[in-house]
């Protein structure tokens, strides 16, 4: 084997810096599409009166946004390719009363030759959400604040675009498999949604700020006003906040086995019971197998102990 070498230059270093060049804090003046339907009220005023002293997100944090733009510019080219019509690509809206000061970029409109076009929203999803989300109400019943805001951007476009009907492109980032769900403009919802943009104008024209919600570790855990705000919860001492969104999705996706592993478990227990001391059966598609298994070095009682196999048919 060669000598280990000192390398002439960090790679992963220099691209780590330039990317973290890119973050940047922008002021907001308005009730922005993409933030109206975010789960706390008091963070929405936040964006408008304290914009500049946010928490920015980390350098992890913008490779992952970096990757949700060029997921954009390749479902843009699926669809082109499919020979449908892009139009009004990124175009800015500003809902018509101006009282509630709600603007917005939309993603695309798109259009089949029929003069028909309609507003989408293209999202890049982990593989989890992307089998998750299949209807309207998949998104409403997310575990994820950031996914439970989608529904209000797009609602909100088909309000400025005066449209009923619009599309969710949805992407898996790991398979680059898309999925359609198009939706219904739910009136109601969105009415609410400019109830709550007259709310925020009027604290913000008083200088005010609206009660906080109850604490939500997936909400206030995570949010760049979390200093200003300071939720009640005992941290403890030395708690660190850690902005590592494929760390979390991580976590979740752990929490999300582990009830899974305790339902398996506890019909796996059942299922063995049921057939101990029973070999060779056959239950549609699965064949079951048993057999004593003797123990060495263990007392007379548990000197064996029924082994059960299962296996499906036809599976791989």
Not at 26 to 38: C, I
Not at 134 to 139: G, V
Request: a negative charge.
């Amino acid at each position: 084997m060669p000598e280990a070498q000192t390398p002439p230059f960090s790679v992963v270093g220099r691209v780590r810096d330039a990317m973290e060049r890119r973050i940047k804090v922008y002021p907001y003046h308005t009730n922005r599409a993409s933030e109206l339907g975010h789960d706390c009220e008091r963070y929405l005023v936040y964006k408008r009166t304290a914009w500049e002293k946010q928490t920015p997100h980390g350098v992890d944090s913008e490779f992952i946004f970096e990757a949700g733009r060029r997921i954009e510019d390749e479902a843009i080219a699926e669809l082109q390719a499919a020979g449908f019509q892009i139009l009004e690509q990124q175009r800015s809206f500003k809902y018509p009363d101006e009282n509630l000061n709600i603007t917005g970029h939309l993603d695309l409109k798109i259009a089949n030759g029929d003069g028909k076009a309609y507003p989408c929203e293209i999202k890049g999803l982990n593989q989890w959400d992307f089998a998750k989300l299949n209807s309207i109400e998949d998104f409403f019943a997310s575990t994820k604040p950031w996914v439970r805001k989608y529904p209000a951007q797009l609602y909100l476009y088909l309000l400025m675009s005066n449209s009923d009907l619009g599309l969710f492109y949805l992407k898996d980032k790991q398979s680059h498999r898309p999925k359609e769900i198009w939706v219904p403009l739910d009136y109601e919802y969105a009415e609410g949604l400019l109830q709550k943009a007259a709310r925020i104008n009027q604290y913000v024209a008083d200088n005010a700020l609206p009660e906080g919600i109850p604490f939500d570790d997936k909400v206030c855990g995570w949010c760049s006003f979390m200093h200003l705000c300071v939720p009640d919860r005992d941290l403890g001492d030395g708690a660190q906040l850690i902005d590592d969104p494929d760390f979390e999705e991580k976590l979740v996706r752990r929490a999300e086995l582990e009830a899974a592993k305790k339902e398996y478990d506890a019909l796996d227990k059942q299922i063995k019971s049921q057939v101990k001391e029973k070999d060779n059966l056959i239950v549609g598609d699965f064949v079951i197998a048993g057999q004593w298994v003797e123990r060495k070095a263990y007392s007379v009682e548990a000197a064996r102990y029924w082994k059960t196999s299962i296996t499906r048919m036809g599976a791989k």
